[in-house]
Antibody
Framework: QVQLQESGPGLVKPSQTLSLTCTVS??????????WSWIRQHPGKGLEWIGY???????HYNPSLQSRVTMSVDTSKNQFSLKLTSVTAADTAVYYC????????????WGQGTLVTVSS | EIVLTQSPATLSLSPGERATLSCRAS??????LAWYQQKPGQAPRLLIY???NRATGIPARFSGSGSGADFTLTISSLEPEDFAVYYC??????????FGQGTKLEIK
């Protein structure tokens, strides 16, 4: 059974960089069948796709966040990561990592989510 | 950017009743659409992919239909555990993703 688990600080100061890691277990991140995505949900709101990374390191970001987002992958650890720079209170959200099946339209496995609060 | 509009925002029904949730795209997405269920404090759970295919382990009372710009998620007979928020999601050919704003299905 594939599992994803987010980790990282729950509190980030304004103007600093938010850094999160997603650890994948029960399956290999090296599979060419998937992209690995980050999605966030502002408190009480809907879902916003941030971007994805492929095992090769190629990335694709939401244009609304592209200037502040960097994703990376560490296949040796079966992990992928998100960095979001220059954060403000508007970046306070639950951040999810999810597996994106390339040949279908679906995020089939999700992490449990981690709340990141931006506050001084 | 393709905008997904879900209706109604809130749907109040009783267990045993039939639920019909709508998702309309601002332009055609073919059948590149998925549905998710989210309960409080939990991650979204995949229900339907490619507009009409049930995900693994999803009960047969859930069904999806539609193509182009109009889609429907139907729950044939509501169980108590079905009361949650439902989201539709699309993916464009150039791999841009968006979600609808959600429909809250509440107990009447």
């Amino acid at each position: 059974q594939v599992q994803l688990q987010e980790s990282g600080p729950g509190l980030v100061k304004p103007s600093q960089t938010l850094s999160l890691t997603c650890t994948v277990s029960g399956g290999s991140i090296n599979s060419g069948a998937y992209y690995w995505s980050w999605i966030r949900q502002h408190p009480g709101k809907g879902l916003e796709w941030i971007g994805y990374i492929y095992y090769s390191g190629s990335t694709h970001y939401n244009p609304s966040l592209q200037s502040r987002v960097t994703m990376s992958v560490d296949t040796s650890k079966n992990q992928f990561s998100l960095k979001l720079t220059s954060v403000t209170a508007a970046d306070t959200a639950v951040y999810y990592c999810a597996r994106d099946v390339i040949r279908e339209v679906m995020f089939d496995y999700w992490g449990q989510g981690t709340l990141v609060t931006v506050s001084s | 950017e393709i905008v997904l509009t879900q209706s109604p925002a809130t749907l109040s029904l009783s267990p045993g009743e039939r639920a019909t949730l709508s998702c309309r795209a601002s332009q055609s997405v073919s059948t590149d659409l998925a549905w998710y269920q989210q309960k409080p404090g939990q991650a979204p759970r995949l229900l339907i992919y490619d507009a009409s295919n049930r995900a693994t382990g999803i009960p047969a009372r859930f069904s999806g239909s539609g193509s182009g710009a109009d889609f429907t998620l139907t729950i044939s007979s509501l169980e108590p555990e079905d009361f949650a928020v439902y989201y539709c999601q699309q993916r464009t050919n150039w791999r841009m993703y968006s979600f609808g704003q959600g429909t809250k299905l509440e107990i009447k």
